[in-house]
Structure formats: structure tokens, C-alpha cells
């Protein structure tokens, strides 16, 4: 519901680093996206070619790389990947668990010309 | 033909009189969100306000709750509320009766309060004066938990006429939330909601999330809450 946000968010970003180099166009932008962040890519490529337009990220592909959700188990040390939400160790059934992946909303790198 | 250029930056392609180049970023989307509520807790750790978000789908009962909460928490901790909510002050009127603090944020469409939109309004709520700032989101159950604002806690509102289901469908919100309240108990009779399923619903993406029931109209449980409200300051005030 607020990709528009994060999409202007994105550009921002994209943007300032570009410029940074001197750049004159930005042809793509690789971010990541963890599952607990809701991001609907489609929706997010979306709203970031509407914002984009006009800036020099026009028609910049926005590569979208999902990260599923992973934890840690601090009761038997071991890492598995958490599915349908259920927080609570595969192997050992505990519940003190840390989230090792899946929050993350980050730009990684942009190409530019 | 792929090599280095320098240590952050690797030149992917050179085509006929075309130079690319990839620049490492690696920077959080939300940054700038984080970095203004970071802000935010600074301002609040100054003036020992315990800071709360509170959540819920539209009609949970944030404001009833709210009303409740001035109601008893008179006398014993000073409540101060900014209401964000799409259109109208309705709200922040119905708060402002209670002769607290109240400032109301209209979002126009906006989903959810921002770090950026609570710092608008701190500077005129009079922070000093507050012991308990509760920032009401907009209703909505998806992407108020995206955003911090500068919170201690988050905490969400389930009412009972919205499904047990809930924590399965919203995981996010209940993940994010240091505390349930469950809502409208008094209306249990009347609806299809298991109350022992929620919980456990709860406790599946958040298994040390905090429960509480109530109901807002009835009055019952809010003992609970304020109980929860009193212990959460004392332990922020004594964090000093």
C-alpha cells in the first residue's frame, strides 16, 4: 500500500549516489527485498517508473531480489528457514529464536552511464 | 570484459561509445524515515516520555481506548496523544475532551504516520509536560508497522468482530507489536471468535508478544492495561 513511498524512497537514493559520480543516467538499480517487508515488486516497479519519470533514473530497470525469511535457534544453534510465519525452531520446537534475514529493504548497487 | 575500477565501483560493460558502471550503494530504503525518529527518541529520551504506537485495523477501538486510558491514568501519569488519521479531527476532538494534550495529524492518503509527520508535531504538545505519548496510527493493519515514528513499544489493537485469524493474515503487525490488546471482549457471545485461538495465533509469529483483554465500553480489563502502561514508564524512567 506505500510502495509509492518507498519508490520515491528508491529514487532518492538511487539519485544522490549517481550524482555523486557524476553520472548522467542510472540504467538499473538492484535492491533487496525481505518477505516480512510486504513489498508487492510488480506494484514497487510499478510506482518507481511513475516517480522516476523526469529524473535521470528514467526508465531505469529496478531489479527487485526477494530474501526469504530466516532464523537462528539460541536454544540448539541452528538455522533454518522460517515458513508460513511460525516462529519456533524446526528441530528443537523452541521459540527463542533471531530472525536472520527476510527484514531487509536495501539498495545494493546501481549502474549508471 | 569485466575488471575493477576502484574499490567500490566495477565497470559491468563497455560497449561501443558506452561506459556502465556499478556503484555500491548499500543503503536502507527507510533511511531517512529512521534517521528523523531517531530524532524523535532522542527528544523523547530528554523529556522521559514513554512513547507508544498504537495500531489496529479502522474501528478497533484506538480512540475508545484512548478515551479510557485518560480517563484512568488521571492524577497518576500525564497522557499527551497525537492522532493521525486520513481525514477530519474527529479524533483528536473526541481525545481533547479529556483536557490532555491532543494534536491531530491529517495524512491526506497516506497509509500510516511517518517519523517526519510526528516530528511535525512535537514541537507543540509540549513534551515536558507528558509522562505517556501515544501516537494513534492510522487505522490500518499492513503499513503502519513498515514505518517507526520513535516508538519504545508498539502496540496493537485486535477487536474480536475482526477474526481470530488475524495474526496469521497480518503477520507483520503482530511481529512488530510488544503488546495485544484484544478488544470488544463483550461482544464475544455474539461472534465466531475464539479467543485461545488468537492468543495462540498471536504466539505463532510472536511468542513473547503480551496479551491483553478488554472491552473498551464495558470497562472491563483496563485495569491490565494501565498496569502495563505504569510498569513500561517506570522501566523507561529508570533507564535514564
Known amino acids: 500500500m506505500h510502495e509509492m513511498g518507498v519508490a520515491q524512497n528508491i529514487l532518492d537514493i538511487a539519485v544522490a549516489a549517481a550524482q555523486k559520480e557524476g553520472a548522467q543516467k542510472i540504467t538499473r538499480i538492484n535492491m533487496i527485498a525481505g518477505e516480512l517487508r ?61 530472525l536472520t534475514g527476510g527484514t531487509e529493504l536495501r539498495i545494493k548497487d546501481i549502474e549508471i552511464e | 570484459m569485466l575488471y575493477t575500477y576502484a574499490r567500490n565501483k566495477t565497470a559491468v560493460n563497455i560497449a561501443a561509445g558506452g561506459f556502465r558502471m556499478k556503484i555500491n550503494v548499500m543503503q536502507d530504503v527507510l533511511q531517512a524515515n529512521d534517521r528523523i525518529a531517531a530524532e524523535n527518541k532522542q527528544l523523547f529520551k530528554k523529556n522521559n516520555n514513554l512513547v507508544l504506537n498504537l495500531m ?7 480512540t475508545s481506548l484512548l478515551e479510557k486510558t485518560a480517563e484512568l491514568l488521571a492524577g497518576k501519569l500525564r497522557l499527551g496523544v497525537i492522532v493521525g488519521d486520513i481525514e477530519t479531527t474527529r479524533d483528536a476532538d473526541r481525545i481533547a475532551k479529556y483536557n490532555i494534550p491532543s494534536i491531530q495529524l491529517t495524512t491526506g492518503s497516506a497509509c500510516h504516520l511517518d517519523a517526519n509527520m510526528v516530528a511535525s508535531a512535537l514541537p507543540h504538545i509540549g513534551l515536558d509536560k507528558i509522562d505517556v505519548l501515544v501516537v494513534e496510527n492510522v487505522g490500518n493493519l499492513v503499513c503502519p508497522a513498515e514505518f517507526i515514528v520513535g ?36 461482544l464475544l457471545q455474539y461472534t465466531n471468535f475464539n479467543l485461545e485461538e488468537a492468543k495462540a495465533n498471536a504466539r505463532k509469529v510472536h511468542p513473547g508478544i503480551d496479551i491483553i483483554e478488554v472491552s473498551c465500553t464495558k470497562g472491563t480489563g483496563l485495569d491490565a492495561w494501565i498496569a502495563w502502561l505504569t510498569e513500561h514508564h517506570k522501566k523507561k524512567a529508570g533507564s535514564r
Open chain 2, 151 to 186: 516508538e519504545d513499544y508498539k502496540v496493537m489493537i485486535l477487536s474480536v468482530t475482526e477474526g481470530d485469524e488475524k495474526p496469521l493474515k497480518y503477520p507483520m503487525m503482530f511481529k512488530e507489536s510488544s503488546l495485544m490488546i484484544i478488544n470488544k471482549v463483550d
Open chain 2, 56 to 62: 489496529s485495523s479502522p474501528g478497533a477501538g484506538k
Open chain 1, 38 to 98: 510486504g513489498i508487492v515488486p510488480m506494484q514497487l516497479s510499478f510506482c518507481f517508473g511513475i516517480v522516476a519519470k523526469d529524473s535521470i533514473a528514467s526508465g531505469a530497470y529496478l531489479n527487485i531480489e526477494e530474501v526469504p525469511v530466516t532464523a537462528h535457534c539460541e536454544n540448539c544453534n541452528s538455522d533454518f528457514a522460517v515458513e508460513e510465519y511460525q516462529y519456533i525452531c524446526p528441530k528443537c520446537g523452541s521459540t527463542k529464536i533471531q
